[in-house]
């Protein structure tokens, strides 16, 4: 059996949790990949994550500061997967393709559409797979939402009603800033919150939107002055692209950092079935959080975390939990197996085998780069559409007729 040679580029937080995956796929069995290189802008991550890699496969992975010598000198290689920031997805992903690798890459599929179209259109020249780690749809729960709202649990679907309201003061380092990052938990979070939309309920054509940036100031705590020395010093891009201080009070020893991001916005989303959705993200909102977030039918509601509500006085309502095991329960064996193989439920394992899998001829990965950059389209129109100042067609979006928004980001990357 051949084994598909990986490399990973980026070996950062979400690298960490896809080596989790891979090492659960390994210890239940599944043996066929193996990484031959470990990439970071930081060297030392790069081979710290070769390092765990060796511990669970036998050998240890080529380590590489610069993506393009690791491409040049590795030929063995078969994939990359992307785990960078979203800045340089496109170009990554452009020059493996190039390089003869098939591609997976973490979402978003690129910084703009603009940029993910490029993707697309190089993954087409070079007849290259390209892949969208987009693993919220994976969980058993999702699954069972979407099986939940498909079976008719709730009747037919009419409002959705998603607040993802909270406070955040802390700095997020590059996620604090829109070159890097696109844009705040907007997109950061709601590329999977858009995927679910789509995939459990219908496409979305028309998004209204409005976005404010109440609190721009972030901060990082440090414990003492000597820590402060240390992260200063350190080869890890804690401050990057910003160092704002040279020296720091020892009475405060809170660091502020500017954003450039949104903290707040809210948007209207008519989706092509009829569904009205009403999706508010803040993290500017002290004193309260809200994470309610429910779909209602004609004959109930799904609430996430709560299951499957009926209408007053009847009958057919299912806790979070019992809404799972219903779901799983009614799943056949083959079904199960393809969705959760070798009993695996964590996501990312999932995702990962769907990529090795489909290099090997054994069918199609689940979410491709269509279906990723659609996820991305929805984030991309609430800020087009609070940049234009009224409502954008979403099919507007996806063919890059509107970019108010995205033309500066689009500009920094040269495209
Ligand atoms: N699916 C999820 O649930 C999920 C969760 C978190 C992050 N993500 C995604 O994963 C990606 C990475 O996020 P993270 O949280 O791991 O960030 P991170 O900052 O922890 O790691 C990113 C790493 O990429 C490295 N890097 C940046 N540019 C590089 C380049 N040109 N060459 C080599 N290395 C480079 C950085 O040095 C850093 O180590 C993002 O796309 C993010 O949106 C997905």
């Not at 975390?305 to 299912?318: A, D, F, V």
């Not at 959760?340 to 439920?345: C, E, M, Q, R």
């Not at 054994?362 to 100042?389: C, L, Q």
Request: glycine content about 8%; overall charge negative; some cysteine.
């Amino acid at each position: 059996m051949p084994k598909v040679n990986l490399a990973y580029i980026g070996c950062g937080g979400i690298a960490g949790a896809h080596f989790n995956g891979l090492k659960e796929l390994h210890e239940k069995g599944y043996r066929d990949f193996t990484i031959v290189a470990c990439c970071d802008l930081v060297q030392s991550r790069a081979e710290a994550m070769a390092t765990r890699f060796e511990e669970v496969l036998g050998t240890k992975p080529a380590v590489y500061k610069d993506y393009r010598e690791m491409l040049a000198k590795e030929t063995a290689i078969d994939a990359v997967t992307i785990y960078t920031t979203h800045e340089n997805h496109h170009q990554i992903a452009m020059d493996a393709m190039s390089a003869g690798k098939q591609v997976s890459t973490e979402k978003p599929l690129g910084l703009t559409l603009r940029a993910g179209r490029l993707m697309m259109d190089h993954a087409k020249k070079t007849d290259k797979l390209l892949h969208v780690a987009e693993n919220y749809r994976m969980a058993p729960a999702e699954r069972a939402v979407s099986w939940a709202i498909k079976s008719g649990r709730i009747g037919t679907p009419r409002l959705l009603n998603w607040m993802d309201i909270g406070e955040r003061k802390w700095y997020w380092q590059w996620r604090d800033h829109k070159e890097i990052a696109s844009g705040g938990w907007t997109i950061d979070g709601g590329v999977h919150f858009s995927d679910l939309w789509q995939l459990h309920i219908s496409d979305i054509k028309r998004v209204t939107a409005v976005s404010k940036t109440y609190d721009p100031i972030k901060y990082i705590s440090y414990k003492s002055v000597e820590e402060f020395e240390e992260a200063k010093n350190s080869e890890l891009p804690r401050y990057r692209p910003t160092r704002s201080l040279k020296s720091i009070d020892p009475n405060n020893l809170q660091e502020p950092v500017e954003s450039n991001l949104e903290d707040t916005t809210s948007a209207i989303l008519e989706f092509s079935n009829g569904v009205l959705g009403t999706w508010v993200v803040s993290r500017s909102a002290p004193g309260r959080v809200d994470r309610s977030c429910v779909l209602y039918g004609s004959e109930g509601a799904l609430s996430w975390n709560e299951g499957i509500l009926p209408r007053e006085g009847q009958s057919g309502g299912l806790s979070w939990k019992e809404m799972i095991d219903t779901y799983l329960n009614s799943l056949k064996a083959d079904e199960k197996e393809q969705l959760f193989p070798l009993g695996i439920t964590a996501t990312m394992a999932i995702e990962d085998k769907q990529f090795i899998d489909a290099i090997l001829g054994r069918g199609a990965f689940e979410v491709d780069a269509w279906t990723g950059y659609k996820a991305m389209a929805i984030p991309m129109a609430v800020y087009e559409s609070a940049a234009v100042g009224g409502p954008v067609e979403v099919q507007d979006v996806l063919d890059l007729k509107v970019e108010t928004y995205q033309r500066e980001l689009n500009k920094l990357i040269g495209i």
